[in-house]
């Protein structure tokens, strides 16, 4: 079992930046991959970013490249995002997610989930 706690959300502006951090329990943290995933009201959860198990390899959706950054610390059982550049359509609830092993896009794939944190960029 894995549980996962987000936190760093806020209200910002267009161009801002946050950071948001995921806690993770348990002491088999590095042995899964993780994942951002975010979901706007009447819309479908879109992956963000997803990082491998030592945080060598990183994938990201084509809405957030060269703007946003994900990054993980093994010792401190914690994932993050760091976002730049933000824009009002980045406003939606952030999930963490983890998946043994291997980044995978797909949000069903992933089988553990934070709660949320709201990230809200006005224009």
């Known amino acids: 079992q894995v549980q996962l706690v987000e936190s760093g959300g806020g209200l910002v502006q267009a161009g801002d930046s946050l950071r948001l951090a995921c806690a993770a329990s348990?002491?088999?943290?590095?042995?899964?991959?993780m994942g951002w995933f975010r979901q706007a009201p009447g819309k479908e959860r879109e992956f963000v970013a997803g990082?491998?198990?030592?945080?060598?390899?990183?994938r990201y959706g084509d809405s957030v490249k060269g703007r946003f950054t994900i990054s993980r610390d093994n010792a401190k059982n914690t994932v993050y995002l760091q976002m730049n550049s933000l824009k009002p359509e980045d406003t939606a609830v952030y999930y963490c997610?983890?998946?043994?092993?291997?980044?995978?896009?797909?949000?069903?794939?992933?089988?553990?989930w934070g709660q949320g944190t709201q990230v809200t960029v006005s224009s």
């Open positions: 997610a983890a998946k043994p092993f291997t980044i995978r896009t797909m949000s069903n794939e992933y089988n553990y």
């Open positions: 348990g002491r088999t943290f590095s042995t899964y991959a």
């Open positions: 990082i491998s198990l030592s945080g060598t390899n990183t």
